[in-house]
């Protein structure tokens, strides 16, 4: 350790500490900048959450970036536009608002995307779906109603453009 009066130390002077002590600084609001990411660049830049294998979520889901499910979830899921894409592991047993929607797992509840849905050959997807675009590759499972909304409309024009698909659709390869 060393002390102020060995021989060939520096010889810097200790700070002279007077009785009134310093006001506090107010920290200043963080703005951001270009190099921090905004909710919707982080949706451009892949950021994206993830729920693992093992995680059960019951309950209502909601924030402002994308989220990718391995494991299950009841409840609801609103991400605006963000992605949700549910895994090849991924359970979900809920009505599901996001900008995308892929589906490699199975979802079981009503699908509304402001763009898209994607149902991957592995997916399974049971319930409604509102969407501008929606994809169903060969060998998914899709039952359900499928209502396309030109992006930007609101629900004034439900039923319009109304697709009832009362048995269950499989494609085969």
């Known amino acids: 350790m060393w002390k102020p009066n060995q021989p060939g130390s520096p010889a810097t002077p200790e700070p002279v500490r007077g009785g009134t002590p310093t006001p506090a600084i107010e920290p200043t609001p963080v703005r951001p900048t270009p190099s921090t990411p905004t909710p919707a660049a982080a949706a451009a830049t892949g950021e994206q959450a993830t729920i693992g294998k093992s995680l ?22 609103n991400l605006p536009g963000n992605r949700v894409t549910v895994g090849r592991n991924g359970q979900v047993a809920a009505n599901i608002m996001a900008r995308e929607v892929v589906v490699l797992g199975k979802v ?66």
Do not use: W
């Not at 994607?118 to 499928?146: C, H, N, P, Q, W």
């Open 108 to 173: 079981r509840g009503n699908v509304h995307a402001s763009d898209r849905i994607d149902i991957r050959s592995e997916g399974s997807l049971t319930g409604d779906v509102i969407a501008a675009r929606i994809s169903i590759e060969d060998g998914a499972f899709f039952k359900g109603g499928i209502d396309i909304r030109k992006p930007g409309a609101g629900d004034a024009k439900a039923g319009s453009a109304a697709v009832a698909t009362p048995e269950a659709v499989t494609v085969n390869a």
């Open 56 to 77: 059960v979520i019951k309950g209502e889901v909601s924030g402002s970036e994308s989220l990718y499910i391995d494991g299950k979830i009841e409840g609801a899921i």
